[in-house]
Structures are given as structure tokens and as C-alpha cells.
């Protein structure tokens, strides 16, 4: 596929892409079951991320103000030691910022500053959480 994948990384079953290419993983990261990543745009993640199952991060859209609805790809960026919880959803040109925390089901229509935890529709700050990170976000299913 063309893709990158540092060491200890896991992709889980049943996940979707939209393209060849466009996917760079950093080391010791997982992406869990049911995700969909839209790679014609670009996502670019760090280390240590951990995303959880049924995420969906969109990295195209359409620009409603152009006569042909055109695509627009708009790169995702994930830096080190983000998590992402269930069915979170992540839109196109967003940057997530090292230690922040998606909560379940939150749509992120902005960029999220480091170690900032966010939850809701659309996602807003709830909290920050401690800035040092010291772990590994390896994850293997028991079952695939």
C-alpha cells in the first residue's frame, strides 16, 4: 500500500483507506479496528498514538463556493502521545497537537493545542492534562 509504518505498530482489522500512499505511522502506535482513513489527503502520526476503534479522520472535502464543488485535500497531522477515543471523527487541514485527548464521539472542526483533552460536537476544551508522557501506546487484540 505504499504506506510508512514505524516499528511496533499495529494496524487491526477491517480498517478502510481511500488510496494507496498518503499514510505515515510512527513507532509503537495503534490504529484499532473499524477505522476509516481517507489518505488522499495525507495523515501524517507521531508516536505513541493510540487510535481507538471506528475513528474516521477525513482529509478531503468540497469547496461549496466553486462552480464544480471541487475536492479540497487538507492534510492531517497527529503528533506524539495523542489519543483518540471511539468514533471520534476528525476533519480535513486538522492538527492535534503532542499529549492531546479526543473523547469518544467528538467531531474536531479545529485544531487541538498539546495536552489539551477535548470531548463534543463539535469538540471543545474540557481540560489539560500533565504534559509528560513516559509510555509505549503498543496495543495487541486478543482476538483479530
Known sequence: MQFEIGAGSTINLSCKFDRTKGLTIGQNCVINAHCRMDTRGDIIIGDNVSIS??????????????????????????EDYVFIGTRAMILPGIKIERGA????????????????????????????????????????RLFK
Not at 461549496?64 to 497527529?78: E, K, L, W
Not at 481540560?127 to 503498543?138: E, F, H, I, L, V
Open 101 to 140: 485527548i479526543i473523547a469518544a464521539g467528538a467531531i474536531v472542526t479545529k485544531d487541538v493545542k498539546a495536552a489539551d483533552v477535548v470531548a463534543g460536537i463539535p469538540a471543545k476544551k474540557i481540560t489539560t492534562r500533565p504534559d509528560s508522557y513516559n509510555y509505549t501506546a503498543q496495543y495487541r
Open 53 to 78: 476503534e471506528e475513528v474516521i479522520i477525513l482529509t478531503v472535502d468540497h469547496d461549496m463556493n466553486t462552480t464544480n464543488f471541487g475536492p479540497r485535500p487538507r492534510s492531517v497531522i497527529i
